[in-house]
Structure formats: structure tokens, C-alpha cells
């Protein structure tokens, strides 16, 4: 069992900048490619950006290249996005995700994700 939750979300101006981080528990360690994943209401959660297990290797979704960070810190079971730079349309609920197994690759569809945290809520202010 594996438990998510993420934290950071809020409102801010376009332009500016939000932190969202996901501490993980249980069944889970630095073995396993973790993702930030977002969703509008009626439309279909999208991938926004993953971070392996294996040190440095990132993959981010064409929108938010040169704007979002994705980050860990395995000594805190915790996963970061810094968001930079955001527009209106970054506006979105906001879900972690774990890898289904240890040691696979970063996953760029939700099927690649075997838990979800609840969802935090980003709105952006034009």
C-alpha cells in the first residue's frame, strides 16, 4: 500500500510561481519513477512531467518544458514541481503518482501509475 499527498497548490497571477510537493509512505522507496499528472474538469488527466529512479533522468511534457522542475529528495520520501512562469491554461487539479514496480521507466501515460494522491488545486489569475 502506498500513500500520496501533495501539498503547494493555491491561486497566483500569471507570471508567477507555486512549489507542489507529494510526500510518499508505505510501500515505496527510491526504486520507484514517480510523475505529476494534471486534470481539468471533463477532460482527461494528462502528464505534465516524471522523475526516475535512476539519478537525473526527467521527462516533461512539451507545455511545461523550460517552465516546471520536477525534483526528489529520497531522504524525505518527497517529490517537488516547481512551477515557473505560469499561464491560465496551467490551471488544473494537480496529482501524483507513483510507478508500479520498482526500477521501471517514467511512465507518460496514467496507466504507467499504480497510486495517486488526492489531487491539489492550481488556479492561475490573468
Known amino acids: 500500500q502506498v500513500q500520496l499527498v501533495e501539498s503547494g497548490g493555491g491561486l497566483v497571477q500569471a507570471g508567477g510561481s507555486l512549489r507542489l510537493s507529494c510526500v510518499a509512505s508505505g510501500r515505496i522507496d527510491s526504486t520507484y519513477s514517480m510523475g505529476w499528472f494534471r486534470q481539468a474538469p471533463g477532460r482527461e488527466r494528462e502528464f505534465v512531467a516524471g522523475?526516475?529512479?535512476?539519478?537525473?533522468?526527467?521527462y516533461y511534457a512539451n507545455y511545461v518544458k523550460g517552465r516546471f522542475t520536477i525534483s526528489r529528495d529520497n531522504a524525505k520520501n518527497t517529490v517537488y514541481l516547481q512551477m515557473d512562469s505560469l499561464k491560465p491554461e496551467d490551471a488544473d487539479v494537480y496529482y501524483c503518482?507513483?510507478?508500479?514496480?520498482?526500477?521501471?521507466?517514467?511512465?507518460?501515460?496514467?496507466?504507467?501509475?499504480?497510486?495517486w494522491g488526492q489531487g491539489t488545486q492550481v488556479t492561475v489569475s490573468s
Open positions: 503518482a507513483s510507478g508500479r514496480r520498482p526500477y521501471a521507466g517514467i511512465g507518460l501515460s496514467d496507466s504507467g501509475y499504480g497510486s
Open positions: 522523475i526516475s529512479w535512476n539519478p537525473g533522468t526527467t
